[in-house]
């Protein structure tokens, strides 16, 4: 029986992308980044066609350490959802998607909200209210506005995302334990917060560190930033990085290995390992782990 720890309020300083970088269209191509594996990943596949969704792809197909694969079709990972069509909800319930765990702020959602139309089959929501805070990374580049500082400024946000979000992470892990699935987790951009979740679940699930990778860096072809909403203007932040040069805001819409990186550093520092964080922070023990695998891996195909 897992040891469920009491919830810790969530302190909101993650990613300005999440809240801000969705503003502007710079497009960024797989061929920009040189660092992306090919790898044989069907990642063509994994991406859901929805009319209004961001960056929604399936975690499915990808191989364990131990000879095992990812089942598709049960874990999904996204951005926003606000921008649903009507024919994008008809795919979520062809999916039979049952939860959804939506990591956005308190003013991400009231910003942008979900219409979720009334149904049986939608799915159950699970949210926290938090703040995002990102004032020490505004005030990096009002100081000196270039790629080097804007590299800088972003870096530690990912070293904060394991311990501020833990709690969301542990929630979303007690509903995969209970079977609740298919599941899907997004944020804003889906690639930051969502990205780490990601690779949690991989990790968890037996996933070489290499295609953990491989599969955060499949947002940099996947991901494509919205032009600015109507209410910018009034934005303080948004004004700000509508003045900074296009190459700075790039690399808030991109992602980068050394950010997951920096993520999985921070792990090892708190609790020794990346393993010792699943169980010790998220409360995954080696029975839950097997649970885990069991439900969501499968016998790869000789």
């Not at 009491?6 to 300083?13: G, P």
């Not at 930033?225 to 808030?252: C, G, Y």
């Amino acid at each position: 029986m897992r040891n469920y720890r009491s919830i810790r309020r969530i302190l909101a300083t993650v990613t300005v992308a999440a809240a801000t970088l969705a503003l502007w269209v710079y497009p960024v191509h797989a061929d920009e980044v040189p660092s992306l594996r090919s790898a044989a990943l069907p990642d063509a596949e994994r991406v859901v066609p929805l009319q209004g969704g961001v960056n929604f792809r399936d975690l499915g197909g990808y191989t364990t350490s131990d000879g095992r694969r990812v089942r598709r079709g049960l874990l999904y990972r996204s951005g926003s959802l606000a921008g649903l069509t009507t024919a994008d909800y008809g795919v979520l319930q062809s999916l039979n998607i049952k939860v959804i765990v939506d990591l956005r702020s308190t003013d991400e959602r009231l910003r942008e909200p979900v219409r979720w139309p009334d149904g049986p089959r939608m799915p159950r929501r699970l949210e926290r209210d938090y703040e995002l805070q990102f004032a020490d990374i505004i005030a990096v580049l009002r100081e000196a506005p270039n790629v080097d500082a804007a590299r800088v400024a972003f870096a530690p946000f990912y070293r904060r995302i394991p311990r501020q979000f833990s709690s969301q992470y542990r929630q979303m892990f007690d509903e995969l334990l209970s079977g609740h699935a298919p599941l899907a987790f997004n944020c804003s951009a889906g690639k930051d917060r969502t990205g780490v979740a990601a690779a949690l679940v991989l990790t968890a699930l037996g996933v070489p560190r290499d295609t953990v990778m491989d599969d955060y860096l499949l947002s940099n072809r996947y991901y494509k930033p919205k032009p600015p909403s109507a209410d910018s203007a009034d934005d303080p932040t948004a004004r700000l990085f509508s003045r900074l040069p296009s190459e700075v805001v790039q690399v808030f819409q991109r992602v980068a290995p050394e950010y997951l990186d920096a993520a999985f550093a921070a792990m090892t520092e708190d609790f020794g390992s990346v393993d010792n964080y699943l169980e010790q922070a998220i409360g995954l023990d080696a029975a839950d782990r097997r649970r885990l695998r069991e439900l969501y891996t499968e016998r790869a195909e000789r």
